[in-house]
Each structure stands twice: as C-alpha cells, then as structure tokens.
C-alpha cells in the first residue's frame, strides 16, 4: 500500500499559515500537521468556528488531510515552556490545558481531522508522582469524553522527559483509558532507547492514531533533517506498510523554520525516493 505524508507546521513557524499550507501542497504532501499556535489558528482568538470553517475549506481546496498537534511552546503561559499541562500541581492550570485540548478538539471536528495529539507534560520539581498519574488520568478521561462526543481520535504521545516518556509508559495509563489511541513519534524511541521504531510500529500497529518520522541520533531529542541522525527510515517505513497504516505519517521538523522553504520539499523528496526500495 502507499503511504501518506504530511508537513508539520511547527517546522513552517515563519510562514503564515496559508503560505505553509500552499508550500506543504506545492511540494506533494497528502496532509498537514497543524500545531495549533499563536500565530496559525491561534484557539484563543474570537470566532474559532468560523475560522476552523475556512481552513477546512482551504484544506479541501489544497486536497490534504490533517491531525491536529497540541504542542505548542508559549500558548499558554509567555513565561513557562509547555505549561501548564495535565501534570501541573494547580487545579486551574490543569483546567486550562484541558480547555485548550477541547479547543484542538474541536478544531479537529470542524476539519475533519484523522486524530488529536497531545502529550501528559513534566511533572514539576517536588511534585508526587503518583498524585501526578492520578491528575493525568482524571484530564485524560474527562478529555476522552469531550472526543468521544465529537468523535474525534485522542491519541496520546510518550515524549522523552515527560511522566508519559516511554511506550511501556503509554500502555500502563491506556490499560484503564480503553478509547485512548498512541500517537507514535518514531524519533523519540531512539532517544529513550526503549525499542527500535520499527519494532515500536508493528508492536502497536492496533494502536496508533497518528504517526510522526524525522531523523534522529540516539539518546539526543533533537528533531533533524532525513539523513543527519540515525533513523532507520526504510525499516521505519516498512513496518507501517505492513501494518497497513492508513493515516498521515506526519514530519517534524521543528527547527527547521527558518529554512522551511527548502526543508518542506526535501523531505518528501527524501521519503519517496526512500520509499521506492522498501518492499510492497
């Protein structure tokens, strides 16, 4: 089977939303990872319907699909990387990274979108981590409900350094969170040594609601260009053709903005000619 590919916005952070969308077309991609930020479908700004409308529109015009991500840096707090999350100790924050997920989740229904990624966060220093899982359990099920309505995928992505940094991490809060889908980050199995990519597709093939592939080296969580780490991208590739996996394999380039431009084509160009040896 062929698969899909998508650009994700995050590496476009440079470009007006239209412009990366029009890049990411342009260059032959089937779909967008859109992160949902301050300055592309920023989900606190007025009339988030009617804007979530006309992407949707755009995006059919362009004929590409779409996931949402939720990993925005500063959306929330201008002060604090990534919070507050569904780990932060005050019971105001965890409300609002909820209120943001069910703003993606709703931009996700509007759009049509495959799945909804979105990560646990770092438990802050002193924090228990038992009373951390308890919050994270108590967000992700009230979230899963919210998606569940809308019908909407929620997939959860393991992200190294967060209290659900590993697979074995995911399959532990999932086991009592039966609606909840993996949303595999084929990279950062190389940083946590956990499993190789490969291995990570097939063992939960079931499992994935959306897949992410960028180059990487080992035990260093740093998002590169195809060619400049050590990721096994034929064997990551064919294991999702043998899984069958339909939905968008979604590349992140998140420190590639600056040169989107020429990153956004190479990267298809690079996962073509990939694709070409790998076995049907």
Do not use: Q
Not at 27 to 56: E, K, Q, S
């Amino acid at each position: 089977m062929s698969l899909r590919f998508a650009y994700n916005t995050n590496g476009a952070a440079n470009h007006r939303l239209d412009d990366a969308l029009t890049l990411i077309s342009e260059a032959g991609y089937d779909g967008v990872a859109l992160t949902l930020d301050h300055h592309h479908l920023d989900p606190f700004a007025p009339d988030l319907a009617g804007r979530a409308g006309r992407l949707a529109r755009r995006l059919e015009e362009l004929g590409l699909g779409i996931v949402i991500e939720t990993g925005a840096r500063f959306l929330l707090d201008p002060r604090s990387k990534h919070e507050p999350t569904l780990v932060s100790p005050e019971p105001e924050g965890r409300a609002r990274r909820l209120d943001f997920l069910v703003r993606a989740a709703e931009v996700a229904a509007a759009t049509g979108a495959e799945a909804v990624s979105f990560w646990s966060g770092v438990p802050r220093p002193g924090v228990d981590r038992g009373e951390a899982r308890r919050w994270l359990l108590e967000g992700v099920a009230a979230y899963l409900e919210r998606t569940e309505e809308l019908d909407v995928v929620a997939a959860l992505e393991p992200e190294p350094g967060m209290l659900v940094e590993t697979l074995d991490d995911f399959t532990g809060l999932a086991a009592g969170l039966p609606g909840l889908r993996l949303a595999l980050d084929t990279g950062h199995c190389l940083v946590t040594g956990e499993r190789e990519p490969a291995a990570a597709v097939g063992e939960f093939a079931g499992r994935l609601g959306t897949v992410a592939i960028e180059d990487m080296r080992r035990g260093v969580h740093e998002h590169l260009p195809f060619g400049e780490g050590e990721m096994d991208v034929p064997g990551v590739l064919g294991a999702l053709r043998r899984a069958r996996f339909g939905g968008l394999v979604c590349v992140e380039l998140s420190r590639e903005s600056h040169r989107a431009h020429e990153a956004v084509p190479e990267a298809i160009s690079y996962l073509k000619r990939t694709l070409e040896g790998v076995a049907a």
